[in-house]
T-cell receptor, first 114, second 113 residues
Framework: EADIYQTPRYLVIGTGKKITLECSQT?????MYWYQQDPGMELHLIHY???????EKGDLSSESTVSRIRTEHFPLTLESARPSHTSQYLC?????????????FGAGSRLTVL | AQSVSQHNHHVILSEAASLELGCNYS??????LFWYVQYPGQHLQLLLK??????LVKGIKGFEAEFIKSKFSFNLRKPSVQWSDTAEYFC???????????FGSGTQLTVLP
């Protein structure tokens, strides 16, 4: 079944550690996204990619980086985690229909930095 | 930059009550409009979408939304809610030429049995 997978679902880590949040999709979508979601707040776009070797920063400034070496894989990396990075990170991919992108979301990775 | 406003942060209803969740956006041009729902412990899922045509769109589980261009609104409605509708609801918009979605801050709906 085509889907979008995120690992880990939950991560508690100490300050200064390097972390990578994995995101993979089996739907063959060209476009992929990372959103940051805090309770009671809107989802903020932090990175997106329209294809292999294409990545852009989103509306919300983030110290994280992303890569897109394969169509199905869009990992997010924090070189040195800080408590301010504590949040939920949602990965999504999309297909274009009638000129608009319809996003499919993963289950999210909830990161806590101590 | 466009923005999306969801004025109700938390709505509490009894089963069988009618629901209307407000969504307003700021962009004046052609827009595509979405409502997403996140049930407890589950992914964000698409509830319904409007691209063009009939401004009254019907989604899954008896939900519908009406696009009123003059009011920059896309309110979500359901005539009779169920306990299983308890979830967080997000309105999202993208401009005609943009590829990213802008989300509202969400409305937590709690339906009491």
């Amino acid at each position: 079944e085509a889907d979008i997978y995120q690992t880990p679902r939950y991560l508690v880590i100490g300050t200064g550690k390097k972390i990578t949040l994995e995101c993979s999709q089996t739907m063959g979508h060209d476009k992929m996204y990372w959103y940051q979601q805090d309770p009671g707040m809107e989802l903020h776009l932090i990175h997106y990619s329209y294809g292999v070797n294409s990545t852009e920063k989103g509306d919300l400034s983030s110290e994280s980086t992303v890569s897109r070496i394969r169509t199905e894989h869009f990992p997010l990396t924090l070189e040195s985690a800080r408590p301010s990075h504590t949040s939920q990170y949602l990965c999504a991919s999309s297909v274009e229909r009638s000129g608009a992108n319809v996003l499919t979301f993963g289950a999210g990775s909830r990161l806590t930095v101590l | 930059a466009q923005s999306v406003s969801q004025h109700n942060h938390h709505v509490i209803l009894s089963e069988a009550a009618s629901l209307e969740l407000g969504c307003n956006y700021s962009y004046g041009g052609t827009v595509n409009l979405f409502w997403y729902v996140q049930y407890p412990g589950q992914h964000l899922q698409l509830l319904l979408k409007y691209f063009s045509g009939d401004p009254l769109v019907k989604g899954i589980k008896g939900f519908e939304a009406e696009f009123i261009k003059s009011k920059f609104s896309f309110n979500l409605r359901k005539p009779s809610v169920q306990w299983s509708d308890t979830a967080e609801y997000f309105c999202a918009v993208n401009e005609g030429s943009a590829r990213q979605l802008t989300f509202g801050s969400g409305t937590q709906l709690t339906v009491l049995p």
